[in-house]
């Protein structure tokens, strides 16, 4: 496990942009956290560092946000809205998770039938600011945590 105290937004869009450098498609990311805990900004460092300038805002409503970048396929999913667990196969989002993509999903536990993760993230607000930790659940999270090691430290 990765553990990271984040005392600013600055720092929460900093760690998304080193995460960004980690991903590879196929990649399935968990966020975890209570509302307000940082997810959607986490989000928004990783799009930024991949190249999107437009808003990045909270898939609450959409349940999706698409994001097609030349070397990847970002979908970012939010299913706190889900009531029923059931609802995922009704949306239709199955195809999204395939090899050519990166799917980061907040709310995961109200989803049955997701994928498993390959990292699962969770954002815990704490005085001050914000703590991460990171797991990997897979070989392919395992090298892209090690990726992230090495781009935290450099």
């Not at 990166?102 to 994928?115: D, I, N, Q, S, T």
Request: overall charge negative.
């Amino acid at each position: 496990m990765l553990t990271r105290f984040l005392p600013s937004e600055d720092a929460t869009l900093e760690f998304g942009a080193r995460l960004a450098h980690s991903l590879q498609p196929g990649l399935v990311v968990y966020l975890s956290g209570d509302l307000g805990a940082g997810k959607t900004t986490l989000a928004r460092g990783i799009l930024r560092a991949l190249g999107y300038t437009g808003r990045v805002k909270s898939p609450t409503f959409t349940l999706v946000e698409v994001y097609a970048f030349s070397t990847l396929y970002l979908y970012h999913f939010d299913f706190y809205r889900f009531d029923d667990p059931a609802e995922l196969d009704d949306a239709g989002f199955r195809e999204y998770f395939n090899a050519n993509a990166v799917c980061v999903v907040e709310w995961p536990e109200k989803a049955a039938g997701l994928p498993p993760p390959d990292m699962h993230i969770a954002l815990h607000v704490t005085a001050g600011g914000r703590t991460v930790e990171i797991r990997a659940d897979t070989e392919v999270g395992k090298l892209c945590m090690t990726r992230l090691q090495h781009e935290s430290r450099t």
